[in-house]
């Protein structure tokens, strides 16, 4: 269990004394007399064992005196004196086990023009797709760079807020990350891969966790949301073409979003919306909010159901997979998602203190979070119609 439902010791709730400690394995190296020293302070320390699994170097089993947020931070505090992590978790027994693993990580900064490159180069990939959706849109064939604007600086501000999100909450909790790195693809449909940042050090709580996961995604829609019911607003709805096009798939928001501009679900009636360039980066921003939204893994939504469920959480992967391959049979576009699902997805951040809960207004806004992903999910994305 992960959710301790007290962290009282023993003597605390009805005065008894907690057993002597039992000594396991090898003596003590010159250093762990005083890591014993810290963790006494806020454990009842029931065993000491000094060869526990790798990487630890000793592990210290009991029941906490003081809360697990309290505790850890005193822990880390002096372990890092000593050069170790410090991992709080509970055993099968639900006691409290303190970890020691030796190694402090010590980011060294890195230098910044990869992401400004990266930057400009999504700048222009994002450039060239707009700018060739604008020329289908004039009937022409000559191809204007700068006319490719609209759709490139609306989804730059959005993949960018999505990514600072990120950044920011991970500066608030004192985190060492990365500036984002921008992933230009010119030749994709939407000219760019999307966005990126990487934790340079391990998250201390499921507090940290769900800040850093969810700030993103909610900080892209916030972005999104209006450019798209400002794209939607600008476009214009015309009869069906009699030529082939590309029609995007709708998620329930994006449904909502169309019936509330035009009074009518679209496409009916023999008419469509045909969606300009901010109307295009606003349904990109919503369709990436949703895949970074599945529940599993490394993507944000796996950061925000693991905080919310803990260990639990990785019993979604296998009916996850199965729904993704039944999503491939309807559109192979999801063939190779599946795939990255299928490897990565099975692995998820954990924090250094695994007893920490969430509060309450996390938990609130954790379930909300997840609802969003409900409601931006695009099950068939891009469909080609051939009239």
């Known amino acids: 269990m992960l959710n301790e439902p007290s962290v009282l010791s023993n003597s605390q709730k009805g005065g008894e004394t907690p057993p002597?400690?039992?000594?396991?394995?090898?003596?003590?190296?010159?250093?762990?007399?005083?890591?014993?020293?810290?963790v006494q302070e806020v454990l009842d320390i029931y065993k000491v064992s000094y060869d526990p699994p790798a990487p630890a170097s000793v592990a210290f089993t009991g029941r906490l005196r003081v809360d697990?947020?309290?505790?850890?931070?005193?822990?880390?505090?002096?372990?890092?004196?000593?050069?170790?992590?410090?991992?709080?978790?509970t055993n099968d027994?639900?006691?409290?086990?303190?970890?020691?693993?030796?190694?402090?990580?010590?980011?060294?900064?890195?230098?910044?023009?990869?992401?400004?490159?990266?930057?400009v180069l999504t700048f222009f990939s994002l450039l060239y797709v707009g700018a060739l959706q604008q020329a289908s849109i004039d009937g022409q064939t000559e191809v204007?760079?700068?006319?490719?604007?609209?759709?490139?600086?609306?989804?730059?501000?959005?993949?960018?807020?999505?990514?600072?999100?990120?950044?920011?909450?991970?500066?608030?909790?004192?985190v060492n990350v990365t500036l984002p790195y921008f992933i230009p693809m010119p030749l994709f449909f939407f000219g760019t891969l999307g966005a990126f940042i990487?934790?340079?050090?391990?998250?201390?709580?499921?507090?940290m966790l769900f800040d850093i996961g969810a700030a993103g995604p909610l900080a892209g829609l916030v972005i999104a949301i209006p450019v798209l019911l400002i794209g939607l607003a600008t476009s214009p709805v015309e009869p069906f073409?009699?030529?082939?096009?590309?029609?995007?798939?709708?998620?329930?928001?994006?449904?909502?979003?169309?019936?509330?501009?035009?009074?009518r679900y679209l496409p009916s009636g023999g008419e469509d919306v045909f969606i300009n360039q901010l109307a295009k980066a606003?349904?990109?921003?919503?369709?990436?909010?949703g895949l970074n939204l599945i529940p599993l893994g490394q993507l944000d939504g796996g950061h925000v159901i693991f905080t919310l469920l803990g260990r639990r959480a990785q019993r979604l992967y296998l009916?996850?997979?199965?729904?993704?391959?039944?999503?491939?049979?309807?559109?192979?576009?999801?063939?190779?998602?599946?795939?990255?699902?299928?490897?990565?997805?099975?692995?998820?951040?954990?924090?250094?203190?695994?007893?920490?809960?969430?509060?309450?207004?996390?938990?609130?806004l954790g379930w909300a979070t997840l609802a969003i992903f409900v409601l931006v999910f695009v099950p068939n994305p891009l469909n080609i119609v051939q009239p």
Not at 72 to 88: E, I, N, S, V, W
Not at 98 to 117: D, Y
Not at 245 to 253: A, K, N
Request: hydrophobic content about 45%.
């Open 20 to 38: 002597a400690p039992v000594i396991t394995a090898r003596p003590p190296r010159a250093s762990f007399p005083e890591l014993e020293s810290a």
């Open 68 to 89: 697990s947020e309290t505790a850890y931070a005193r822990l880390d505090k002096a372990f890092a004196a000593q050069d170790y992590h410090t991992l709080l978790t």
């Open 93 to 119: 027994q639900n006691q409290h086990v303190v970890l020691a693993i030796k190694g402090r990580i010590r980011p060294r900064p890195r230098p910044w023009w990869p992401n400004a490159l990266l930057l």
């Open 144 to 174: 204007a760079l700068w006319e490719g604007l609209p759709y490139a600086l609306s989804l730059l501000l959005i993949l960018g807020a999505h990514e600072l999100g990120h950044f920011f909450a991970a500066r608030h909790h004192k």
């Open 198 to 207: 990487q934790l340079r050090e391990p998250m201390r709580n499921r507090k």
């Open 241 to 263: 073409p009699t030529e082939t096009y590309i029609i995007e798939g709708d998620s329930l928001l994006y449904a909502a979003a169309k019936t509330l501009i035009y009074g």
């Open 282 to 289: 606003g349904w990109t921003g919503l369709f990436i909010t």
């Open 319 to 364: 009916p996850l997979i199965i729904l993704f391959l039944m999503l491939s049979v309807f559109n192979t576009s999801w063939l190779l998602w599946t795939m990255l699902l299928f490897f990565l997805g099975r692995i998820y951040a954990t924090p250094m203190d695994t007893i920490t809960p969430l509060d309450a207004r996390r938990r609130v």
